[in-house]
């Protein structure tokens, strides 16, 4: 994991790699973007992967999957010092892991810590992807009861937080803002949160990660959602907080605690929509009125007040360049 303010993106594709260089590629990968491990090719199967890491200060993120080979933390490796644990989620197929004297195949959905001071193996019994969040040690500890008694332990699909957990992450990952450092900082203390949340934390850990963790990730969650979907006429609070598992009251208090409404961020992702589709010559034909409803929008003139007071100039103006 980087130092106080590093930011790193590691990516790794097998696809038009030579099958006698995926392994070398892959450990280089593992030893600079996750930690350092063996990776063996499984017999009669070509390796093949696709990740990404994000390593951050105090955590590393790991999207993506690995078929036809295994990644083994050795007896040799663990002399490394290096005392992190990580959240393994098992997005999709199954996924082997032996640590601690346990041979475990969580299937899709289901987690399992892991700690980098054991020899431990992941391999994929059957094609999936994967998500992990590596933390610090020293950094977790403190907010679980007994952090040792969580490693190697399944916890199930359903847990308190876990999915949040994940959708969060990729949320940030997909809306780049760990790219933004006092972003990175927010969201990797939110993460810890919803970490020690799935882990069974401590009373206190637990109220504090209630504060902060959940409604941190509930808020960026439906965030993406409306940013996603901003064009469709019929989103309104009620659809999202649907999505969400939330009451509408509880998900418009999130947006206020955040400055905002529901309603200005909404109008706030037309109008970037909007603003861009100007801009664009592949939308140069088409009537500001037609992409005024494609953003969303059913009233033009409504549109066009929106739109001249969030960029001082009208759609017309930004068309024709004369204003950005």
Not at 74 to 87: E, F, P, R
Not at 278 to 298: C, H, K, N, T
Request: proline content about 3%.
């Amino acid at each position: 994991m980087s130092g106080k303010d590093e930011f790193s993106i590691f990516n790794v594709s097998t696809d038009h790699i030579a099958e006698e260089e995926r392994v070398p590629l892959l450990r280089e990968f593992y030893c600079r973007g996750v930690l350092k491990a063996e990776v063996e090719a499984r017999e009669g199967k070509p390796a093949a992967a696709s990740f990404t890491s994000h390593v951050l200060p105090e955590a590393q993120l790991l999207i993506g999957g690995l078929c036809g080979a295994r990644v083994i933390r050795t007896k040799q490796l663990v002399a490394d010092g290096d005392d992190s644990l990580a959240l393994i989620v098992n997005r999709s197929g199954v996924l082997g892991i032996s640590e601690r004297g346990h041979d475990l195949r969580l299937q899709a959905g289901e987690a399992v810590l892991t700690s980098a001071e054991d020899v431990t193996t992941f391999e994929r019994i059957s094609l999936g992807s994967g998500f992990s969040l590596r933390v610090p040690r020293r950094v977790l500890a403190p907010m679980i009861v007994d952090v040792d008694d969580a490693v190697m332990r399944v916890i199930p699909e359903h847990t308190t937080g876990l999915r949040l957990l994940v959708d969060y992450a990729i949320a940030l990952v997909h809306e780049k803002a760990l790219a933004n450092p006092a972003m990175r900082q927010l969201g990797v203390a939110h993460l810890h949160d919803l970490l020690a949340l799935v882990l069974g934390a401590t009373d206190h850990a637990r109220e504090s990660t209630g504060r902060r963790g959940i409604k941190a990730a509930r808020l960026q969650k439906a965030k993406f959602l409306i940013a996603n979907n901003c064009w469709q006429q019929d989103i309104s609070v009620a659809s999202v907080a649907h999505e969400l598992g939330v009451t509408p009251r509880y998900l418009q208090r999130l947006f206020e605690a955040d400055g905002k409404t529901f309603s200005s961020f909404l109008t706030e992702q037309r109008l970037k929509r909007a603003h861009r589709m100007l801009r664009e010559p592949d939308f140069a034909e088409r009537p500001v009125s037609s992409i005024a409803y494609d953003v969303g929008f059913g009233d033009l003139s409504y549109f066009n007040r929106c739109f001249r007071r969030a960029y001082g100039a009208t759609p017309s103006d930004v068309r024709s360049g004369g204003a950005f």
